[in-house]
C-alpha cells in the first residue's frame, strides 16, 4: 500500500535559524519528491506539510538563536520518545534535525525504519582554546567512530547538509552517502538589485562556542574607524559605532544583503546559511584561506580567500572597495550534487 502520511519531529522548525531552515527544506523536498503528507511535531508546535509546502506557517514571536542545555540535548531525547510512540501505533516516522554525526546515542536509539534528514557537523579545530575545545578534540573523534559503526548497519542511504565530514568515510561507502544538501536545496542564481548598497560590511553574529567570532571586534573596530557601514545582526556586539539589528527574520536579513557589499564566512563552517543568502543575493563574500581550493561548490578568487588570524586589516578595506570578480557559485558542480541528492531521495523506502 502507498504511503501517504508520515509523522515527524523536528527539535527547530524555525524560518529564521539554520537548522530550522535545514528541516524545513528536507522536510518539503521529501513531500515533493515522494508525494506524501507529513505532519511535523516541534516542542511547542504542529505543521502539516503537503504537495512539499508548508499549510500552517506558524512563527513563535520570540526569536533565538542560541538554545540552552534542556534545549539542545534533551529535546532530542523526548523526539527519540515521542517517534517509537508513533512508531508503535504503525506510522511511518521521520527524524529531522540536531542530528550531528558525533552523536552515536541518537543514531541507535531511534525506531527501526526511521528515515532521517541531513547529518551535521564539522571536524573541530586542534588548537585549544578553553576546556570545551579540549573536550571536543578528545571525544568527537571517538563518537565519530562508534556513529559509523551504526550508521551503515541502520541506514541504506544517508545525506549530509555539507561535505565537510567528507573525508571521515571511505570511498567504498560514497555510493550510500549524498553531502551537501545545504547548497543544492538553497544556492539560486545571484538576485539583481536596484537598491544601492550602501552597508560595506555586514556581520551575523552568534554567541556560542564553537563560534569564531570574537575574530571579528578588532576588524570591525578598524573598519569604523576607516569610516566604512558596518552592521550586525544577530546577537547583539557592544561595538561603538556598529548598528545593531539584533535577531531579526530571515527576509530582513536577505533585505539588508540587498543593501551589503562584503560579508566574511564563518571560520569555522564555510556553509552556512548567511553565506548562502550573501551569494544568493550578489554579495561579496571572503573566505577563510584554509578552504581555498576545498569548495567544490565555488569558482574561486584566490584574492578573496584570507587568513582571518592576519591582523593586517587594511586588505579587507582594499577588499571592500574593489569592483573585480569575486568568488561565485560552480553552477556546473550545482547541477550534478542536485542529481545525487534526487537519487537519495528516490533511495528512501516507507
Known sequence: MKVKHIVAWACDFSPFRGEGILARNFAKDLSKQKKINILVKTPSDTFFIKNGKIKNKIENSKKKINFDFFQNYLWPIY??????????????????????????????FLPPKTVIGP???????????????????????????????????????????????KKKFFKKDYSKLHFNYLIASSIKKPKKTKLKRNIDFLVYNRNYSVKEHYKLNKLIRHLIEKNFTVNCVGDTLNIKGLKNYGIVSRKKTLDLLQQ???????????????NIDALNMGVKVIFDRKYKNKLDYLIFNPKHFVNFDDQNYNKFTKLIINRRDYNRVNYRYLKLTKKRIFNHFKNINF
Open 260 to 274: 551589503t557589499k562584503l560579508i566574511l564566512s564563518s571560520p569555522e563552517n564555510p556553509y552556512s546559511f548567511f
Open 119 to 165: 547529518i551535521t557537523g564539522f571536524i573541530p579545530k586542534k588548537k585549544i582554546d578553553n576546556i570545551s575545545s579540549l573536550i571536543r578534540i578528545i571525544l568527537i573523534p571517538i563518537f565519530y567512530k562508534f556513529s559509523l559503526l551504526i550508521i551503515f548497519k541502520r541506514f541504506n542511504s544517508l545525506i549530509f547538509s555539507t561535505d565537510l565530514l
Open 79 to 108: 523526539g527519540i520518545l515521542f517517534l517509537w510512540k508513533q512508531y508503535l501505533k504503525k506510522n511511518k516516522v521521520l527524524y529531522l534535525n540536531f542530528m550531528p554525526l558525533w552523536n552515536f546515542l541518537l543514531f541507535y
